[in-house]
Each structure stands twice: as C-alpha cells, then as structure tokens.
C-alpha cells in the first residue's frame, strides 16, 4: 500500500489550479442514468471517487468514456442492463446511493446496497428513503440491499417533502428522483451547498424545471422526459480550503486559479482571522501568511457555514497557532479520528464531545501515522508539511479519493513528498 513520506518545514509559494469538485461531479454523474441520451461533462476530477462512480453506472450499462486529458467524460445510459450498485462498490464509496433517485425515476426500481459504517460517523440514509417513499416509491431492504419500486406502468409522483435535517447527497437524490415525477415536488429544509446549485444546473440543461437551489426550498416541476447536454463541473471548493490552510500553515504565498472564491467565505474569514492576506479576483485567489498563526475556533455548519469537509484541515493549522482553539463538529459524530494522529506529532489537543480543544505548539515534530478518512489525510498532509523532520502517512488510499495528485502539486509549489510504497 502506498505511504507518503513528507520532509517538513517548506514554505509552500507559486500558483495552483484548482481541480473539478469530486462532490459535484458524483451526482452530476449519476444524472446521466436520468435519460437515453449523451451527457457530456468537463471539468470532471481524476480520482478514485470520480473512477468508482464510472464503474458503478458502467456494471449498470451505461457507456462510459474519457478523452483529453481525462477530465472530460462522456456518458450515455441508453439501455440498462442491470439497476444494481453492489456492495462491493458501495463500501468503498457511500456516494454510491446517488443512483437510487435517478433509478427509481428513469427505470421504475433499484437495488441499492445499504453503506453500512464510516469512519466518520454512522451516516444514516433514512432522509433519501423518507423522501423517495413520499414520492410514491415502495422500499424495503433485502439481504443487506434497499430494494424500492415505483407502481407499473406509473411515474414517481410530485410530493411536498420536508427533511429533518440538512441532507446533501439527500437533497440530491430527492431533486434527482422529482425531476421526472408527475406534477411538482418541494423539498424543504434542502441542502444550499454548491454542489446542490451545479447539479440543479445540470438537471436543467437536461431539460429539468428545477428552481430555488441555493436557497432551503428547491421545487421542481416533474416532465415526462430529460435531453443530452453539456455541462462543465464547477471549482472544488474544498480542494481550495486544503491548499490555502497548507500555505497559511507553512508561512507561504500561493495564488489558485480556477477557483471560485463565492464558495469559500467562511473559509477566507477564518483564514483571515488566522492573521493571513487574501486577495481575490472573480476565479482566483491568493493567500499570504508572513508570521505565525493565530489560533482560530470554529464551528462546522451546512452550507454557507464552515464546511466540515475543512475542519480537519483547520485543526491541523490550529497545532501551530498562537493561542488556543475550540472546534466544534456539529455535522458528524466521530469526525475527529485525525486528532489522535495529530498528537503522535506533538500536538496538543482534547477532545469533549464534539468540541476538541487546541492547545497551539511552537513546533511539531515528524513521526509515522495512519490516515483514517479522506479529510483526516488531507490534515495530517498539512501537519507533516509544517512539522520538524520526516513524517510517513500510511493507508493514504484515503486522500486519492478525493485530490488529484496530491503530493506532485504540493511539491511543484516547494514542498518536498515521495509516495512510497
Ligand atoms: N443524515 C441522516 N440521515 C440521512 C442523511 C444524513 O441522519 O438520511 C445525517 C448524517 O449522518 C450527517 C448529516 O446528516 O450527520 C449530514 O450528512 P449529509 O447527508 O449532508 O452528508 P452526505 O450527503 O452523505 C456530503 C458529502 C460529504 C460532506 C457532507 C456534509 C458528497 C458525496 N459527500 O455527504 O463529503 O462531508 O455532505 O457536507 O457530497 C468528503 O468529501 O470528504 C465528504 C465526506
């Protein structure tokens, strides 16, 4: 398994380009199985995630093929040979349900395995089913599997729906499922996230009446059938916080390009806080630190809160910091994996409940540790960047999911990462 082994204590300088968003670009994917015709998308990243999902719909029928250099991709679901996503597939990647709704909708069943456990959290999926029930579908689980069915003959059915809580792939789902119900559906309580809005744009480039993404209350007016189109994946939003923790923590000054700075408000202000200089332009940013950091809290929220997908990041940076820093994890339960890493470098940090408590150190020092979760990587990456010494990351299988070569972009812009195997 490969490992990466970092020598720390190198600012991070030059210019980056920021990769297609690996949470937008999955349920655009899935779009595809929702009509006949082609879907072509760009901007698409090339990663783990991005090739499982390709795997997932190509066991269902669905042609798949890149071109370029792989970040365009071209799907088309004209006949489907099978509506299952097997559980060999699914554990790997819980994104996998995003198939369920277009399913349900475009083929009237599907055989969906359940996720199971997560090293995140328990990560239920009650919410997709609730609301794909309310849409007229039948479900039940069978052997591991969630089996759902529409009547014969009979489209899902326009509903009014209200989640109980914020759900993302949730949200996508339902609006993905509604498209081609009779009559219209409304989601309440829906998710805002961008990734929501660029699925909701797709949808309507397929011939979707979608409106309110964006906003807590998405409708959507069912029609009878969805069209080919052509659509480009926006920015990777997270991706950008990464990159821009890694340059504050390391003292650096790095510009990103393609970016997409409306995303990442509460990202920049805490940046900000931490005592960085940003400077945007309409898709790029830059961001400068020049002394220590001062300890940063936070507390994850939905969309434009501060994403919990960054919360690790800012954790590690907080290892460093001048000050003490309370972070609180308000979306999952178990996020905080990263943190009994953290400390094998030195880091002082304790955890209660969901809030953990980070006590900053002059200076970490390298040592080997484990990355449990894409996130927890990315973090523990940004604390060997900054710690003294030589630090090796095993199982970083984990952080190919979600970042296109990680180590090479970091060490174009100074940093110094082997993968070893
Ligand atoms: N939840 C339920 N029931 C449901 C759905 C969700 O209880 O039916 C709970 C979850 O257990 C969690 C909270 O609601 O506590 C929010 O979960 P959400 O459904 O929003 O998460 P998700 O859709 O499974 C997406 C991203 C995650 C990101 C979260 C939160 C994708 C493919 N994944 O997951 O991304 O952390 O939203 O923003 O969009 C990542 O990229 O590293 C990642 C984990």
């Not at 055989?111 to 039948?138: E, T």
């Amino acid at each position: 398994m490969d490992k990466l082994r970092i020598r720390g204590g190198n600012r991070l300088q030059g210019t980056l380009q920021v990769a297609g968003a690996k949470n937008a670009a999955l349920p655009i994917m899935a779009a595809a199985l929702l009509t006949h015709d082609e879907l072509q998308l760009e901007n698409v990243p090339r990663l783990a995630d991005t090739a499982t999902m390709a795997r997932l719909l190509s066991g269902m029928g669905v042609a798949v093929e890149r071109d370029g250099q792989g970040q365009r991709i071209h799907l088309r679901a004209k006949d489907l040979a099978s509506v299952e996503a097997p559980y060999q597939l699914v554990k790997t990647m819980r994104a996998s349900i995003l198939v369920l709704g277009p399913l349900l909708a475009r083929q009237g069943e599907a055989r969906v395995s359940l996720p199971g456990g997560c090293a995140i959290g328990s990560r239920p999926v009650d919410q997709h089913l609730k609301g794909l029930q309310a849409l007229g579908a039948d479900l039940h689980i069978d052997q591991g599997y969630i089996v759902a069915r529409r009547s014969a003959g009979r489209r899902l059915r326009g509903a009014h729906i209200v989640t109980d809580l914020v759900t993302v792939t949730g949200t996508e789902n339902l609006m993905m499922a509604a498209t081609l119900a009779e009559g219209e559906t409304v989601i309440e309580n829906a998710a805002r996230e961008p990734e929501v809005v660029d699925l909701a744009a797709c949808l309507n480039r397929m011939g979707a009446r979608v409106r309110g993404a964006g906003s807590d209350r998405i409708v959507i007016e069912g029609v009878e059938r969805l069209h080919g189109a052509s659509h480009r994946i926006i920015s990777d939003r997270i991706e950008s916080a990464t990159f821009l923790v890694a340059v504050a923590a390391t003292g650096g000054d790095v510009t990103l390009v393609s970016a997409a700075p409306e995303t990442l408000d509460a990202v920049l202000d805490k940046l900000r806080e931490a005592g960085a200089d940003v400077q945007l332009g309409t898709d790029w940013v830059r961001v400068r630190m020049d002394r220590r950091p001062r300890a940063v809290s936070l507390r994850t929220a939905p969309y434009p809160g501060f994403p919990t997908d960054a919360q690790a990041q800012f954790l590690a940076l907080n290892c460093i910091a001048d000050g003490v820093a309370r972070i609180s994890e308000n979306i999952f339960e178990n996020r905080f994996m990263h943190v009994l890493e953290l400390q094998r470098l030195g880091a002082q940090i304790d955890i209660e409940g969901h809030t953990a408590m980070v006590r900053g150190v002059e200076q970490l020092s390298g040592a080997t540790v484990m990355a449990t979760d894409l996130r927890a990587s990315a973090s523990l990456v940004i604390a060997g960047l900054i710690a003294q010494g030589d630090t090796t990351i095993e199982r970083i299988y984990h952080l190919d999911r979600g970042y296109e070569a990680m180590e090479q972009r970091l060490n174009a812009l100074g940093a110094q990462i082997d993968r070893v195997r």
